[in-house]
């Protein structure tokens, strides 16, 4: 059976954090993600759909370096290049069917978006990189957890099928709430109660779908427009400019239905219609895309739940914590869902992975594990 002081769950940008944190505290530590790849819900594309470090996120895009400090520090730290959000343009809103879209003069957008070169990925590539591969082990899933007198023993299951033992003093899961509670296993149970709260908290992105519009030019900045367009008739409600920092050029948007609408109508309906609708609101040039991305979150095992299909906004951090007894000496939740201040954002996952990490670091201390 492998031993470690810290088993973390989740390879999402709050268990890399935590991964990253942990080893500068020279505190031993095994990271496990179930999917075949890190990064969770940070997810940055080609135009195929495959990883590539210049392409369109899929997930999480931007964020406020001047009202999130965490974020930005973490960037800074990391050296990473970024570049604004473009806004330079008009503007569109479509409010009725039967009337054509309006078209106003754009203001800036204050406070200023960012994104990174290269994508949302970058931050994950940065982590990685700089942490010992073996301790990061992807394709493995932990089914379950059970109390052991000095500590937690997970139950990991590889993705060749086969079934590993760790066991580990303390375990910090980096993973949305909802998905913790749906897909491990506790012996002893979880209280009652904190089944019920972890239920009731939302997962950021999950009950939401983007799709992508990939050309050869951004034209629509040729023609004055910023790209960004709210939307009444639909399908997509929200758009803005997707252009990396390398000017491949994109247009994305949320589809404005809940998932049970978008698995009615399928990706086939809903690419052709959110096509039509970028034809209406920027031009004729938009109606030939050189290539589309759709991802709907709501449809992803490993982010949503069918409690995550229906959107409630942003989660909010419980007065009497995410764990209670018998499992809270042993279990601290990681993830950007249980961020006090900045829940479900990037940098949600920033300040709640250096909670968890400040928390486990005094008790190592003082012996209190």
């Not at 990685?128 to 059970?146: D, N």
């Not at 000095?150 to 590889?158: A, K, P």
């Not at 764990?323 to 940098?347: C, D, F, H, N, Q």
């Amino acid at each position: 059976m492998m031993k470690t002081n810290v088993a973390i769950i989740g390879g999402g940008l709050a268990g890399l954090n935590t991964a990253r944190l942990l080893q500068a505290a020279r505190i031993n530590f095994l990271l496990f993600e179930a999917r075949a790849t890190l990064g969770g819900r940070i997810q940055t594309v080609n135009e195929k759909g495959q990883p590539h470090a210049d392409g369109f996120d899929l997930g999480p895009s931007w964020f406020w370096p001047r009202m999130q400090p965490a974020i930005a520090n973490l960037v800074a730290e990391l050296d990473l290049p970024t570049f604004a959000q473009n806004d330079d343009g008009d503007v569109v809103f479509e409010r009725m069917s039967r009337e054509a879209p309006k078209r106003y003069p754009g203001l800036t957008q204050e406070p200023e978006a960012f994104r990174l070169v290269g994508g949302s990925a970058a931050l994950v590539r940065a982590i990685a990189e700089s942490l010992p591969e073996g301790r990061l082990r992807c394709g493995a899933e932990v089914t379950g957890m059970r109390l052991t007198e000095d500590g937690v023993e997970l139950f990991v299951r590889l993705a060749d099928g086969q079934e590993e033992r760790v066991q580990a003093r303390r375990v910090i899961a980096a993973l949305p709430p909802r998905i913790l509670d749906a897909t491990v296993g506790f012996e002893p149970p979880l209280a009652p109660a904190t089944v019920q709260l972890w239920n009731e908290t939302s997962t950021w992105m999950a009950p939401h779908a983007k799709f992508f519009a990939i050309y050869d030019r951004a034209f629509w900045r040729e023609a004055g427009f910023s790209g960004t367009a709210q939307s009444m008739v639909g399908p997509l409600a929200e758009i803005h400019d997707a252009t990396t920092s390398s000017g491949r050029a994109a247009l994305f948007g949320f589809v404005g239905m809940g998932a049970e609408q978008r698995k009615a109508a399928g990706e086939r309906s809903l690419t052709e219609a959110c096509i039509q609708q970028f034809a209406r609101l920027f031009g004729e040039q938009a109606a030939h895309p050189r290539a589309t991305l759709y991802k709907d979150w709501a449809a992803d095992p490993l982010t949503a739940t069918s409690a995550d299909w229906f959107s409630t906004g942003h989660p909010h951090a419980p007065e009497g914590g995410w764990v209670t007894r018998p499992w809270k000496e042993r279990l601290t939740l990681a993830g950007s869902e249980v961020s006090p201040i900045e829940a479900g954002y990037l940098a949600g996952a920033v300040e709640a992975s250096a909670a968890a990490v400040a928390d486990l670091i005094q008790k190592f201390a003082t012996n209190k594990d």
